[in-house]
């Protein structure tokens, strides 16, 4: 590994950095997520059966020690359980907006590396082949052919590398962003459950 690093020439440290920094932020994604994650719809049982009964602050305390976005805006919604439709709908609207940011963080910097590393590939490639043509101007034309396929593998390989680290972050981006879809329906779908709720639309 370190051979095939080393004959791909100074293009591959910034290509094995994005590779590190995109396997970093991935891991974090799917740990923030995988507490983040509730059943939605157990949760939402649960709250609606304290709420009927009117204990606000025990709904409160509930919402408190349940992690993720959907309790944090459930929290914000039932604090404000006295004021009218309006204001709470508002209420969590503004809480929502600043829960889809928390679960977005750094996957704009995941898109950026899968997008980069292509191009830092080819650039590696763009510089390699220049070097062997260098090489075939000095030598007036008279090359030894395995010395010009050994130079142009040596290029092609931080293609490869930039490929093998943009495809994976690709995808992982992809399934990331799908995951925090799914986050913002099951936040709507409570948002609208509690609002019919707490002013007795719901049975």
Not at 40 to 60: D, P, R, T, W, Y
Not at 71 to 90: N, R, T, Y
């Amino acid at each position: 590994m370190f051979f095939m690093i080393q004959k791909g020439g100074p293009v591959m440290v910034p290509i094995i950095l994005g590779s590190v920094l995109a396997l970093t932020l991935v891991i974090e994604r799917l740990i923030h997520f995988h507490r983040a994650q509730i059943d939605a719809e157990k949760f939402m049982s649960g709250i609606k059966n304290i709420l009927k009964k009117g204990n606000i602050v025990e709904a409160i305390s509930i919402c408190d020690h349940t992690p993720g976005p959907i309790a944090h805006i459930l929290k914000e919604g039932i604090s404000k359980h006295d004021q009218g439709k309006v204001e709470v709908k508002g209420v969590l609207e503004e809480a929502g907006r600043h829960e889809i940011p928390r679960l977005e963080r750094n996957l704009n910097v995941l898109a950026t590396i899968a997008h980069v590393e292509p191009l830092l590939g080819l650039l590696g490639t763009v510089t390699g082949m220049i070097k062997c043509f260098m090489k075939i101007q000095q030598l007036q034309g008279v090359v030894n052919p395995g010395d010009l396929a050994a130079g142009i593998w040596e290029a092609l390989i931080t293609t490869a590398a930039g490929l093998v680290v943009a495809i994976p972050a690709y995808v992982a981006y992809n399934y990331l962003v799908s995951r925090v879809e799914g986050f913002v329906v099951d936040m709507e779908e409570s948002a609208n459950q509690l609002m019919k709720i707490l002013h007795g639309e719901e049975s």
